[in-house]
């Protein structure tokens, strides 16, 4: 099943002629799930030819303008396309009244219902096939950092062993592989007799704006993907402390301590240029970097 | 004196891959004005390069997404890129309390003064060498259309007959051409033997989003070039008078009737793709018509 992760911003603070603000969409067998939603990211899901139809939940880390200023514009125009179906806003305590004053203030009408809800550290989402984990990051104003969990799958299923067993292919693989015992020729055959241990889905974790966190570290424990923030190099330290954020380093440490697969960084400030800076730091510590752009898509795959 | 506007943004309510929402920048001698911020407007003017230093006043025609959402993103990016200088916004009845309440839950501390001004039918700003008038528009929510008035110029100075009369080249040339008398061989010289009357200033009138209006048709009376929306076409008039907005063919008629030199269509909807239909209904009315596009440029002129 698809898990397509596509990165609609990834500027930091002030956007560029290339980076535009914060937004990631993650594609979860055709649902659409969002995490932030910076300035003109209708426009940018219009060029990444993303489709707004299968969008149904939105999650916000956090109201600094580059993380949520593109929610309104895009609520708006999913409402003059006609849009019916509900949708679900997320976001730390205040995004009740941010909406609830956008929308008295811009004499908005939607053609679909809004619910919004406030979510706090540990808080967790339950989705078709998954869920979203929510955790506090460090940052200045309140800031989620969100996980997005696969369902586990059921173990594998050994044939060779079923076939072994007398069990003809058919119903009954299926009914074992749901964890249900068959009888065959007045024999019971138990699941776990032919299929293996369930396996865990798939993880993705993105870090919101935030200090190297401990909290990030256990939200992120074995994630297939971290996409992480990394707002500066480590000369400018003092400056990631002040504004509490991250440079690549501390990144690539949050990384290597959760023992993550891969490590994406993003918010990327125009110091930075093509972020190749940022990737020989975070390199130091954990050796599967890359650095996000916008419209780049990766494919999470099965790890077995 | 350099009078340029900029097309920033020249979609329809709902943004495309090739127009971001609303926004017109004007340069008069160097200074930024600019008419509407829709969402991405800060972004749009780095791709034009239009730089951010000498914007010092914002004018809104009104609160739908479309049209403001982008004030609050290049807000904070000139607070980012450390502007100490104030500016000023100007809009209809509710501007006020809609930055307030935006700098309120964004926790957005501003490293220079805002200044808001709410805009009502006749009020005039005064500028450095220009004036803006603002009258209602009529809309479905309190929308303001806006002209832009270059002061007036002096006459044109006779050099000819300044020359006749006796007077050297000079001093006493600028003096006459300000409108003081001087004194040549004991004789008085006054301006008007020399200074034609004193010629009108360049006049641009953006409509912002309306019905037509007989007010806007005062308002653009002479005016060197109307930018006039025109969401749509006669066939779907019946949806233009429901949600207030304009056929092209209305506009070419507020162009007509108001005599302006040029108009060009804007807020355009992708029904109309490139706009050649657009353009065919408003010829119809008035022939010096063009459609608006992202970053199209237009020098005004002085007419003599």
């Known amino acids: 099943m698809v898990l397509r992760i596509t990165f609609l911003g990834t500027s930091g603070t002030i956007p560029t002629v290339n980076r535009n603000p914060s937004a990631i969409l993650i594609n ?8 932030d939603c910076g ?12 489709g707004f139809r299968k969008l149904n939940r939105i999650f916000i880390t956090h109201f600094h303008t580059d993380h949520y200023l593109g929610l309104f514009g895009l609520l708006e125009t999913m409402s003059l396309q006609d849009r019916s179906e509900a949708i679900h806003i997320f976001g730390p305590e205040g995004i ?29 989402v339950e989705g078709d096939g998954y869920k979203v984990i929510c955790c506090r990051a460090e940052h200045n104003i309140p800031c989620n950092a969100y996980a997005f969990i696969e369902n586990d799958r ?41 299929v293996g241990n369930r396996r865990r889905g798939r993880k993705v974790v993105y870090s919101g704006d935030t200090r190297p966190s401990q909290k990030i570290v256990e939200l992120a424990k074995d994630a297939d993907l971290l996409i992480h923030e990394a707002c500066f190099t480590e000369d400018l330290k003092e400056w990631a402390v002040e504004t509490y954020h991250s440079t690549a380093k ?50 999470i795959q099965y790890p077995d």
Do not use: C, W
């Open 154 to 194: 059921p173990g594998k299923f050994n044939r060779k062993k079923a076939e072994k067993l007398g069990i003809p292919p058919g119903p009954l693989f299926k009914k074992l592989q749901m964890g249900e015992p068959v009888e065959i020729n007045g024999k019971i055959i138990h699941p776990e007799e032919v």
């Open 96 to 124: 009740s009244e941010l909406i609830h004053v956008f929308r008295r203030l811009g004499y908005t009408n939607m053609g679909y219902p809004i619910h919004v809800h406030e979510l706090k550290e540990g808080d967790t």
């Open 250 to 299: 501390e990144a690539g440490e949050i990384a290597r301590r959760s023992k993550v697969k891969r490590l994406i960084l993003t918010h990327i400030s125009p110091r930075y240029d093509n972020g190749e800076a940022l990737i020989i730091e975070a390199e130091k510590e954990f050796s599967n970097v890359d650095i996000a752009s916008d419209f780049m898509t990766i494919e």
């Open 39 to 50: 300035e003109g990211t209708q426009r940018q899901m219009m060029k990444a030819k993303t």
């Open 28 to 35: 979860f067998k055709g649902e659409r799930i969002l995490f």
